[in-house]
């Protein structure tokens, strides 16, 4: 298996035992040179933000990935982890239909969890 999509497994399926919500990954290097993909996710609480970056950290150090950025906490209700080719969006549901990045992102191929 190709180590991208070990990466992209690790970090869903820690997503998906923290009760992450809309586990989307958009692969968004068929339009970009910023990364290959982003994988986002919401969460109900500021609390399970916490526990889906613990757990997404967690699991891709396991894995053998290094982590090259996080930007913003769960108190502004966002979250980027930057795994230079994977980009972890983390974000409060309300945020996240504020910042719509599939709308952004909707010309590109789009893979829900």
């Known amino acids: 298996m190709e180590q991208k999509e070990t990466m992209l497994e ?3 399926a820690a997503m998906q ?8 990954q958009l692969r968004v ?3 970009s040179v910023i990364c290959d993909d982003f994988l986002i996710v919401s969460a109900a ?9 613990d757990g997404v950290e967690e699991a891709l150090e ?5 982590l090259k950025d996080r930007e913003g906490s769960s108190q502004g209700g966002w979250i980027l982890l930057d795994y230079s080719d994977l980009v972890v969006h983390i974000f ?3 945020m996240r239909e504020f910042y719509d990045l599939e709308h952004t992102w909707r010309d590109v191929t789009r893979i829900t969890f």
Do not use: C, H, T
């Open 10 to 12: 690790a970090a869903v």
């Open 17 to 24: 035992d923290k009760k992450g919500e809309n586990i989307v």
């Open 29 to 31: 290097g068929e339009r």
């Open 45 to 53: 609480s500021k609390s399970q933000m916490d526990a889906l970056l």
């Open 62 to 66: 396991r894995a053998g990935y290094r």
């Open 92 to 94: 409060l549901r309300e």
